[in-house]
Each structure stands twice: as structure tokens, then as C-alpha cells.
């Protein structure tokens, strides 16, 4: 699910293309019509759907999400950029199979703008987690974190970039955790027990 850019997006396709990941992404989903990243999924063949969010409820709009995630057979949904929150509802049909990406180093900066708040804040190290989603703001169970040095002369704009890059790394694997048979959750503990 994306609403804007979709460097994540193409970086999951990619890794599924490759094989990296086992797994195909056979659907993508844009609350917001323009958003480049549902051109480009289109143009790479994808299944792609834009489900307007305007004027109607959170629970409304999230019901007709959980339809069409039915209806292709989705098993495990990718938050990547997506920029809304999720109702229980959609929560509760996908339980432990929707992860969002974020981009600093969960518990600190969450919300918007995480690169400007690790900037403004002081913090020497940053990066990015990728978690299952639950009801609270980028909160869940944490998959993996991958850290960024913060330079001294970093801008939002350099910081991200370089946080970004560790983001295309970082969602992927997470993935193929959460996908691989030895996934463990247990309270908000993850791992991935390995074949005697
Ligand atoms: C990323 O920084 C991600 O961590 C955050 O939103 C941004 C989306 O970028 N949740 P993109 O659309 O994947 O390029």
C-alpha cells in the first residue's frame, strides 16, 4: 500500500523479480490517484487499484481494502509510504501480516518527518525499522533495524537519502523473515528459528 513516490514499492518488486524474496507482489493500492509509485507498478505489469479515502470513513474505506486484498489472495501486506492510519478492522483481517517501514530508529521519532525530528533532536545514529503494524502509530513488534551515522553536516535531505538506501535493504529482509517458516513472534519479540 503506498500514497506517493514507491522507491520501497519498486524495491520489494525488485527483490521478488529477483527471487530474493519468495514471493510475488500481486497487488498494489493507492488512496491518493497520482501517486507515482501506481504508475510505475502499473508499468511493471502489477496489479495496481486506487481506493479513494475521500469522504468516506476510515472503516469504510479500509472494508473495501480488505475486499480486494481477499479477493487476490493477498497473504502479507507491505505498508510503503503509506500515509494513513489503519482501522482495527483492516488490522484484525491481516492480524500479524502487515508490516509498515519507518524511517529512524523505533521507539524514538515516531509520526511524521522522523528524519527531521533525529536532525533537530541531536541524535549521533538513526535509520530505519521495519515492524508488524498494530493499533498504536509505528509501534508493533520490531522485524529488523538497520542504523545511519547522522553527520554533522546533514540536511533532512542528505539524511534521508542515506537512510533510504538502508531502507531498500532492510525491507526486503524483512519480508523474508516474516515469510520464512521459522518466524517466531512472541510478545513483541520476533526471530527466526533456524532448521535443526
Ligand atoms: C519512506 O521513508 C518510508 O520509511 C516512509 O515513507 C517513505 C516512503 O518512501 N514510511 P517511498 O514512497 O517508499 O519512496
Known sequence: MISGRGSNMEALIDACDNQVVRADVGLVISNIESAPGLAKAHDRGIDTLFINHRGRSREEHDLDLVAAFQQQGVGLICLAGYMRLLSTELINAFKDRI???HPSLL???PGLDAQRQALEYGAKVSGCTVHLVDE???HGPIILQRTVEVLEDDTVETLSARI???EHIAYPEAVSRVLSPGFKLEGRRTRVVLPE
Do not use: G, V
Open 99 to 101: 508490516l509498515n517501514i
Open 107 to 109: 521507539p524514538a521519532f
Open 136 to 138: 498504536e502509530l509505528d
Open 164 to 166: 533510504l538506501e538502508q
